[in-house]
């Protein structure tokens, strides 16, 4: 499968033949600029990304603590989601996001 990531510099990259269990993971281990300090537990926010509008409904719901971390990071927006809470799956081979801005090393 495939996602397609762009950057804070709005650099489209495209990352292939993953391996990885969850979004976050596969744009960390990429070497993009995604910081997920806390490694996936909801507790950071540095791992925010904006779905594309096409790929919404295709994933599942935020739950209640991923919505209330989503609530205190900066600029979100209506489809603003934490990527270590994106598992990925075959039937999201395409799925495209870009990094939030407050998600990258300063
Ligand atoms: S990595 Fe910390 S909330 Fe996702």
Request: net charge negative; aromatic share 4%.
């Given at each position: 499968m495939k996602v397609l990531?762009?950057?804070q510099d709005g650099k489209l990259v495209e990352l292939n033949e993953l391996s990885s269990?969850?979004?976050?993971?596969?744009?960390?281990?990429?070497g993009l600029n995604l910081t997920g300090q806390c490694g996936g537990c909801m507790s950071c926010?540095?791992?925010h990304v904006y779905i594309d509008h096409r790929w919404w409904t295709e994933l599942e719901p935020a739950s209640e603590t991923e919505d209330a971390m989503l609530d205190v990071v900066e600029d979100r927006r209506e489809?603003?989601?934490?990527?270590?809470?994106?598992k990925l799956t075959e039937e999201l081979d395409g799925l495209t996001v870009t990094l939030?801005?407050?998600s990258g090393f300063v």
């Open positions: 990531v762009y950057d269990q969850t979004l976050m993971e596969a744009i960390r281990d990429a926010g540095t791992c489809n603003s989601r934490l990527s270590c809470q994106i939030a801005l407050n």
